[in-house]
């Protein structure tokens, strides 16, 4: 028996003397082919190196390299490709933030709608909101401006006419607010559409411009705003 055991040691040092120490692994260990590297990197067209695993390389020449597991530490872990935001991405983040309350998100989304589409009436619509619920007036004024400027559609300017109204009467420009209030009613009846709330809040502002105008002509001023 215990001369079957000194074979068996003879022979295994016998194999590990006879490797080809011209061919190292990184760790410097010589290199015999027919042993199965486990976590080493072999020369040339060898073993890859992992963690927990080596694989042949020629093996992993052949397999997808974005399927490979990183545990072999050799395949690229892929990244995701983020498709860019279009204006409609923009447009519907912008509405999607105003509603959430969001108005600084809300603002981004829209002025990025906008440098996408100066011309679009609904990017500027919805801009003007998001400065109007900054109390951002002047800046809210001209957006709404704009969202007039570039569309005739009673169905889409009567709302930016009365963002228009509130904005000028919060600056306390009550006549050319009353203007842009009872213009906003007369698009709204034009496009034939039913928004009652927002009538009702036209016609409350314009109840208080026109009673903030009479006590003006009396001499009598009011410090009444409806937006607190």
């Known amino acids: 028996m215990i001369l079957i055991l000194l074979v068996v040691t003879l022979a295994l ?12 692994y990184y760790s410097g260990y010589g290199f015999d ?19 927990l695993f080596s694989a042949p390389n020629w093996l992993l020449a052949q397999m997808d390299q974005s399927l490979i597991s990183t545990v072999l530490d050799y395949g690229i872990t892929p ?28 603002y981004s989304a829209f002025s990025k709608a906008t440098e996408i589409e100066p011309l679009s009436s609904d990017a500027w ?22 969202a007039i400027s570039y569309t005739k559609d009673a169905a889409l300017n009567w709302a930016s006419y009365a963002g228009k109204g509130r ?24 496009a034939g559409v039913s928004h009652p709330d927002k009538l ?15 006590n003006q002509s009396l001499g009598i001023y009011s410090t009444y705003n409806p937006f607190g």
Request: net charge negative; with cysteine; glycine share 8%.
């Open 125 to 146: 619509y919805g801009l003007g909101i998001a400065l109007e619920s900054q109390k951002r007036y002047l800046s809210a004024l001209d957006a709404y401006v704009k």
């Open 167 to 190: 904005v000028l009467f919060a600056l306390n420009r009550f006549n050319e607010a009353k203007i842009a209030l009872e213009t906003a009613i007369t698009q709204y009846e034009k």
């Open 13 to 24: 040092i016998g194999r590990v003397c006879y490797a080809d120490t011209e061919k190292t």
């Open 79 to 106: 990244v995701p490709t983020q498709k860019p935001k279009n204006f409609e991405d923009y447009i519907a983040e912008g509405y999607s933030a105003i509603e959430g309350g969001n108005y600084r998100e809300a």
């Open 200 to 214: 009702e809040e036209i016609n409350q502002i314009l109840d208080v411009i026109k009673q903030k105008m009479g």
């Open 33 to 51: 082919s027919d042993l199965v590297p486990s976590g080493m990197i072999s020369y040339e067209e060898g073993w890859s190196h992992g963690s």
